[in-house]
């Protein structure tokens, strides 16, 4: 089973700030992987596929990149609808899916 | 648009049973695979189960094998998750999510989530 291990679990920030958040997974998974936003209430959002394809919709101050077991989503300045819990997932080894426990984004 | 909208959610007891339903609508359904996700209360979120556009594969993550069964009608647009045995750890809000359309490895559409809880 491939574990993935998001950091840190909480990240504190201002708006207009710069944003990193990571996903380490256990053992490679290509680039089979994706990043999800979730607000309070609601469903989670596709934010990135396939480790850096942006999704369709999603502004360009929201990136990701790596490959293998490290992956990096980067929000380039922070805009107040950012704050919000992160989640990553993969499917390497495709149909199944796992998702990484989440990064909450508090505004500081 | 493309929308998932599930329902079934409830109250059940221990021991019980329970079937959730997902009805899309604004694409082609026979042509992806669906999922079934959950998010217990303040946790994160766990793939449960998927299954093939023709419903001829179907997997599970290994704590709800042999309880839960995942299916579909194609003819109606619908996907279901037959919950039975249910447990207290089984609570939590319940998505159907649709595979990516320019890329497998991902989820781009879910619905709004239907509450199971599992409390006696």
């Known amino acids: 089973e491939i574990v993935l291990t998001q950091s840190p679990a909480t990240l504190s920030l201002s708006p207009g700030e710069r944003a990193t958040l990571s996903c380490r997974a256990s053992?490679?998974?290509?680039?089979?992987l994706a990043w999800y936003q979730q607000k309070p209430g609601q469903a989670p959002r596709l934010l990135i596929y396939?480790?850096?394809n942006r999704a369709t919709g999603i502004p360009a101050r929201f990136s990701g990149s790596g490959s293998g077991t490290d992956f990096t989503l980067t929000i380039s300045s922070l805009e107040p609808e950012d704050f919000a819990v992160y989640y990553c997932?993969?499917?390497?080894?495709?149909?199944?899916?796992?998702f990484g426990q989440g990064t909450r984004l508090e505004i500081k | 648009e493309v929308q998932l909208v599930e329902s079934g959610g409830g109250l059940v007891q221990p021991g019980g049973s329970l079937r959730l339903s997902c009805a899309a609508s604004?694409?082609?359904?026979?042509?992806?695979?669906m999922s079934w996700v959950r998010q217990a209360p303040g946790k994160g979120l766990e793939w449960v189960a998927n299954?093939?556009?023709?419903?001829?594969?179907?997997y599970y993550v290994d704590s709800v094998k042999g309880r839960f069964t995942i299916s579909r009608d194609n003819a109606k647009n619908s996907l279901y998750l037959q919950m039975n045995s249910l447990r207290a750890e089984d609570t939590a809000v319940y998505y159907c999510?649709?595979?990516?359309?320019?890329?497998?490895?991902?989820?781009?559409?879910w619905g709004q989530g239907t509450l199971v809880t599992v409390s006696s």
């Open positions: 999510a649709r595979d990516g359309e320019y890329s497998s490895s991902c989820l781009d559409y």
């Open positions: 396939d480790a850096s």
């Open positions: 053992q490679s998974v290509s680039s089979y």
């Open positions: 604004g694409f082609t359904f026979s042509s992806y695979w």
């Open positions: 299954i093939k556009q023709d419903g001829s594969e179907k």
């Open positions: 997932q993969q499917r390497s080894n495709w149909p199944l899916i796992t």
